[in-house]
């Protein structure tokens, strides 16, 4: 992969000392991957708001994500993904781009309605990706019915977004905010924008006639269990309320390499959030109105959100039941004794490095 480097317009946000931390855990990362073969690419199914669909998901392998480069947040691995020598070129985005449409083509009879595009980075960033292979994107999927593209709000305006929606799809531009409190993004994930910033990029989004579809993350590093899931509560509801941003994906945060989250983990200093508390969270803000789903990636593993080993499973299937129905009510059906453990942990735990007595 490139390595991370401090000469780059990220410098001086203010965020030096988490981002030369991180720059020195990435850059021992030495893997390479081939620009012509996508990051990951699957088939799932999804809610809008116009309901269900199938959808083709795309992880584009591009030249990794520039906040990366500087340092970058806490709990995120992807730049340890991206290819050497930091652009991807046309063909070979398109390359990557053929290669998802062969996939879909072997594994489902029908075309998915709803294509989401995510990068190492912002597929919205014309370093990532040009505004040529942009548009040519657009064009390839102008035939579906929606398509979600992942970006910083930096990079959100009319220009970018509009060749979604000039091609007449259904655009949401997914930000990955992480919480909607600017202390926790900027001190525990390391992620320099904030609120009004993410607020801004809606609007942009809305005047060029796209949705917003945010990104939480539950439970950065140096978070209490039940601080994490106070924040996220407040964060969908603060979410909720912006105009344009129909959807929250609240994802619990899991272990990845070559992080700070991962260092963390390995000295006793980081466990990943209950899946109860993940429960709780969707449970409880059932009633804004705005979807809320999540993908609780890695689920019952020592290194994604995990309760006992007992009751994971079950736990993961009613949270993708919500995702698909909204019903807060699909929890009552779920319980374990871990039940107990995980009360004891919200109101016992303190923030990271409290002792618990003296
Ligand atoms: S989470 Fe996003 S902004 Fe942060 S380092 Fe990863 S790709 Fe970059
Ligand atoms: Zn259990």
Redesign the pocket.
């Known amino acids: 992969m490139s390595k991370p480097s401090p000469e780059v317009y990220e410098e001086g946000k203010g965020m030096d000392a988490h981002n030369s931390v991180m720059r020195d855990i990435r850059s021992r990362n030495d893997s390479t991957y081939d620009p012509r073969e996508p990051t990951r690419v699957w088939l799932d199914e999804d809610n809008t708001p116009d309901g269900v669909y199938q959808s083709l998901t795309i992880i584009l392998n591009t030249g990794g994500?520039r906040?990366?480069r500087a340092g970058?947040?806490t709990m995120?691995g992807?730049?340890a993904e991206s290819v050497e020598g930091g652009t991807v070129a046309h063909e070979d985005l398109m390359a990557q781009i053929q290669h998802c449409l062969d996939h879909e083509a072997e594994n489902s009879d029908e075309q998915s309605g709803l294509i989401k595009i995510y990068t190492?980075?912002s597929f919205l960033d014309e370093r990532e990706v040009p505004a040529e292979t942009r548009q040519a994107i657009a064009e390839t999927f102008a035939d579906r019915e929606r398509i979600v593209v992942e970006s910083?709000p930096d990079f959100v305006d009319e220009e970018t977004v509009g060749d979604f929606v000039d091609v007449g799809l259904e655009t949401d531009v997914a930000v990955?905010l992480e919480t909607a409190t600017d202390r926790v993004r900027h001190d525990c994930v390391n992620?320099y924008f904030d609120f009004a910033d993410f607020e801004a990029a809606s609007e942009a989004a809305q005047a060029a006639g796209a949705g917003v579809k945010a990104y939480l993350l539950m439970k950065p590093p140096f978070l209490s269990e039940a601080e994490a899931v106070e924040d996220m509560k407040r964060s969908v509801r603060r979410c909720a309320a912006v105009d344009g941003c129909h959807t929250v994906s609240m994802n619990p945060c899991n272990v990845q390499r070559y992080t700070m989250v991962e260092e963390l983990y390995h000295d006793g200093g980081y466990r990943p959030p209950w899946l109860w508390s993940v429960a709780e969270v969707l449970e409880s803000t059932a009633d804004e109105d705005v979807i809320v789903v999540s993908d609780p990636v890695g689920h019952g593993s020592d290194r994604g959100p995990h309760n006992c080993g007992d009751c994971d499973d079950k736990v993961q299937r009613a949270i993708k039941d919500f995702d698909l129905r909204q019903d807060p009510s699909v929890f009552e059906q779920v319980s374990c004794e871990c039940e107990a453990t995980w009360d004891a942990v919200i109101e016992r735990e303190r923030s990271y490095s409290l002792p618990l007595a003296r």
Do not use: E, I, M, T
């Open positions: 994500c906040w990366a970058g947040c995120c992807y730049v190492s980075g910083l990955g992620k």
